[in-house]
């Protein structure tokens, strides 16, 4: 029996679908089977990010409505044989999908799947009440700005009143580490203390996160991006290992590191 | 029928009159003696109003009977109620009361977007985040960090307060004062209380240690006891 886990924010833009497909795509690696679910009807993104685009026939759409079997509209990642997605609709808006048609869903994929990840949408409206109806845990996703703190906040009131399992936990995303030590962001500890829930990662702001979305390729795949540790730390958290919060500190240069080499 | 005992007795004091009223006649019997009483003395034009303060023993009024009490003394005479006092009170009046007065103790993070809202006082143990909102009927207690708007002495009560141990708030609101922080930055203040001053009329945040000095009466119950 799999464990359903949703990837939820409040606030738009912060990273959700990013991270849902990092987390997913990790999760994966270490041999687990995973289907991500898109809950974004109208909007859907997750599929661009993993680079399965093109293979989408059937949607989640036409599986509420009868359509299609569930089995037909999954896709299989085109790396892996245990990462699979299924799409949201393009056309249709987020009144097609009920509560009890995702609970539906849900509960059918966790009987083959280790991990069902859900990509929930911007928002506290009928879209998020779909996505977070099957979820047994949340991930909130925030960033270390203010407005961003606030809508997760909002989103962790919402999801305490729903019966999960767990309360929920959080990842920050987008820290940049010059900014936050110059105090021109919102520092982690401040951060985690407003909102008391347990931190279950961090992720740097990278460039590298761009191109790989762009490229349909998720970050993790590679191992050399200090955001791809990261999610692969947080996969690890997931699975229930402790692991300590990586460092943010700027990798030096060779040159960096023989000036400190001889001040000592 | 045989009188034993008056059914009024009048009493006159420095402040006035007082009227007291036995509690085993029937009320009939009472409206017409009083009546007959104060008919017997009808007042000179020039003579000041006189105030007169009725007890009732354990005797309970309903609002039209204190109604018609209130017009037969007040009709004629240059007579003016001050009060009415009665021993009892009916239970659902006391249960609201006990409701009202109550301190509520609740054990949350009032996060963005959720409202907190009791009757009588509130001990909050935890934190009022930034979009948070708490609100009360009488004092607000926070044993955590006050970020969102707190609103104590909803119903209109001044003596109302909120006290936090932390407080950098958006808002304080008491009965119908606003007040908000200040557009700059500013760090918030530990162990201090919000409370109206009357002088500058206007909220005001101070520390907790000079509240006994402002407040003698802190629970909302008691205050209740006394005003009546």
Partial sequence: ?264 | MQETKPTITIKGTRDGLILFIDENSSFEEILQDLIKKLDASTPQKEEPVVSVKVKLGHRYLTEEQRHQLKEIIEDKNRFQIEAMESDVIPIKDAKTWLDESQLKVVNQIVRSGQVLETKGDLLLIGDVNPGGRVRASGNIYIMGNLLGIAHAGIEGDQEAFIAASYMKPAQLRIAEYISRAPDYEADGVYMECGIIDPDQNKIVIDSIKTLSKQRKVISAFERRMNNG
Avoid: W
């Fill in chain 1, 1 to 264: 029996m799999g464990e359903a886990i949703v990837i939820t924010s409040g606030k738009g833009g912060v990273g959700k679908t990013t991270t849902s497909a990092n987390i997913g795509t990790s999760l994966a690696l270490m041999d687990k089977k995973v289907c991500l679910i898109d809950t974004d009807i109208g909007l859907r993104n997750l599929d661009v990010i993993m680079g399965l685009e093109n293979r989408i026939i059937y949607d989640i759409v036409d599986v509420i409505q009868g359509r299609c079997k569930l089995q037909q509209a999954l896709i299989k990642d085109k790396r892996f044989d245990y990462l699979s997605l299924l799409p949201a609709a393009q056309t249709s808006d987020k009144s097609a999908v009920t509560t009890e048609g995702m609970k539906e869903i849900v509960s059918e994929l966790k009987q083959e799947y280790d991990y069902i990840i859900i990509d929930c949408p911007a928002g506290i409206e009928q879209g998020f009440q779909n996505a977070i109806a099957g979820a047994d845990r949340a991930i909130v996703v925030t960033t270390p700005e203010n407005s961003s703190v606030r809508d997760a906040d909002r989103i962790i009131g919402l999801i305490e009143k729903e019966d999960m399992i767990e309360p929920p936990r959080l990842i920050i995303n987008r820290i940049r580490n010059h900014m936050m030590k110059n105090g021109d962001m919102l520092d982690i500890d401040d951060i985690v203390q407003l909102l008391a829930i347990d931190l279950i990662g961090i992720v740097a702001d990278d460039e590298e996160m761009i191109k790989a979305s762009n490229k349909g390729e998720p970050i993790s795949l590679s191992p050399n991006f200090k955001s791809s540790i990261s999610y692969r730390n947080i996969a690890r958290r997931i699975l229930g290992e402790t692991v300590p919060l990586q460092s943010l500190e700027e990798e030096k240069g060779f040159m960096q590191k023989i000036k400190a080499f001889f001040k000592i």
